[in-house]
């Protein structure tokens, strides 16, 4: 089908300031969606919104959950509904599910007129072995490899891209710019890297061909990133290319001057493991994993990093973020709002998958829509407000936000608490007093008069409670804040008494900050 791309575009302010929301200081906070189950509309057989009609309750949801981004699962046409996008058939067109293409860019045009940018998922690993699709186009093997040890990818059933070919790496860039040029795209996340890297991915010994220095790196595809990166910042310097890549390969986000692979954030997938292997174990056991907690800082500026809490940890009988947490009703959501305070107060940009921002119960489904009747429920009302309230936190405090990749942005307190499962740091902005404290409390047991050092007197305000009443909890807090005694603690002069609450996340900064 051929079709006029002609449309009036109404972004200009936000594409002229787009460069400073997409840069490594700024907060970028992303809300990821599956449009056909994000909301669906029960009195007429079910149905998916449209672009259209999504345009202004998504655009509204995100304003109240402080979103500063949002990213489509792969909008691109998909001959199977339920691959999500994943299994992609047409490289150049929105799927006709929820309207036209001009339906779509009046979606992305609305949300940029909000101050909302737009991630689009992005597929050059494989593709459908469909007839239909570009399998055997020509009656010869002319996108995906002829040889079958390279041709065919056994996680997904699908085929793999002859990335050794010219015209097929000039079709897969041809892509990635045509949505940032004609749909006012801000950013690709580009989907399963590590697959592309490995010619062993998903292969058992035999089963794989050798690159040819004899080694496993799948050289075609290094370039083939390279490329992609290099060309679309020679274009487009002010968007975004995310990686999905889950080992660790070395300079992901480097440059590609410097050997790199070029990408501007890689999703950090060991710190999602190990964060939610942690929070799944019962409050008594933590104390045997305090690893779980605390390993990912070792490495988390080795790149620019995305902490991901996204689809693929809430499908697959996986069940929901909260289904995951251990404890009764009431416990179960304490630990979600102190997962998500963890979140926002780790280095690295923020994502969270649609649904998990108010606590829904069932796991993900593509077939139906979210649990939007939850909010008619204050527990799930408080959800939502802490994860709006967290957003507007990071936005509002640098500190939060400003050093993401630089180790100066990070300082523990204390980590060595291990008995009671306490972890406690400092995140430091670019000025002096750009300063924030945290302290988790990772059991149901309340402490009092808990001392942990600061960088200096004052006052400090309690500026988040993840126990505060409004938010579901049981009130349990500082009374606004605590002044800074002079004695010394964890190797600083001013340290403060304060009250941990149960299962309960504390952020503090210096008043007037």
Not at 445 to 471: I, M, Q, T
Request: charge should be negative.
């Amino acid at each position: 089908m051929v079709w006029d791309l002609t449309y009036t575009w109404r972004d200009r302010a936000w594409m002229r300031g787009r460069e400073e929301n997409n840069s490594p200081d700024a907060p970028i906070s992303i809300y990821e969606v599956h449009p056909g189950s994000w909301r669906k509309v029960p009195e007429e057989e079910n149905r998916s919104l449209s672009y259209r009609e999504a345009a202004d309750k998504l655009a509204d949801h995100m304003l109240d959950a402080g979103f500063t981004h949002v990213e489509f699962l792969p909008i691109m046409e998909h001959p199977f509904y339920a691959s999500w996008g994943y299994q992609t058939l047409g490289y150049f067109a929105p799927t006709s599910r929820y309207g036209t293409p001009q339906d779509f860019m009046c979606l992305i045009n609305y949300l940029h007129q909000r101050g909302f940018g737009v991630i689009l998922d992005w597929v050059p690993s494989h593709f459908p072995a469909d007839g239909y699709g570009l399998s055997y186009f020509d009656g010869t093997h002319l996108y995906e490899h002829a040889l079958p040890g390279q041709r065919y990818h056994p996680e997904w059933k699908s085929y793999i891209f002859n990335l050794g070919r010219n015209e097929v790496r000039s079709f897969l860039v041809s892509s990635a710019l045509f949505w940032l040029e004609r749909y006012h795209a801000d950013g690709l996340r580009v989907d399963a890297v590590s697959s592309m890297l490995y010619l062993d991915y998903a292969r058992s010994a035999g089963e794989w061909v050798p690159n040819v220095y004899g080694g496993r790196e799948n050289l075609e595809a290094i370039g083939f990133l390279r490329k992609v990166n290099d060309t679309v910042h020679a274009n487009y310097p002010d968007v975004l290319v995310i990686a999905e890549e889950a080992t660790s390969w070395p300079g992901v986000t480097a440059p590609t001057a410097t050997g790199g692979l070029g990408f501007d954030l890689k999703w950090n997938m060991g710190w999602m493991h190990d964060t939610l292997d942690y929070f799944a174990l019962d409050p008594v056991f933590r104390k045997y994993r305090p690893d779980l907690l605390t390993f990912s800082i070792w490495y988390a500026f080795s790149e620019r990093y995305v902490l991901p809490l996204s689809h693929d940890e809430v499908v697959h009988e996986k069940s929901s973020l909260i289904g995951k947490m251990p404890g009764d009703e009431w416990r179960k959501r304490a630990n979600l709002r102190l997962l998500l305070g963890y979140m926002f107060t780790h280095p690295g940009k923020k994502l969270l998958f649609m649904g998990a921002e108010f606590g829904q119960w069932s796991e993900w489904s593509h077939d139906a829509g979210l649990e939007w009747h939850l909010l008619e429920y204050p527990p799930h009302q408080g959800i939502l407000q802490w994860v709006g309230d967290l957003n507007r936190l990071y936005r509002r405090l640098p500190a939060l936000h400003e050093r993401d990749a630089d180790p100066g942005g990070f300082e523990w307190v204390d980590f060595s608490d291990v008995e009671k499962s306490i972890v406690s740091y400092l995140r430091r902005g670019h000025a002096a007093d750009e300063v924030v404290l945290v302290a988790c409390n990772c059991t149901p047991v309340p402490r009092y008069g808990y001392r942990v050092g600061v960088p200096f007197g004052g006052f400090w305000e309690e500026v988040l409670n993840s126990d505060a009443v409004e938010y579901g909890g049981s009130g349990v807090g500082n009374m606004g804040g605590v002044e800074a005694e002079q004695v010394p603690a964890h190797g600083r002069p001013w340290s403060l008494p304060l009250t941990l609450p149960p299962l309960g996340v504390v952020i503090f900064a210096p008043e007037g900050v």
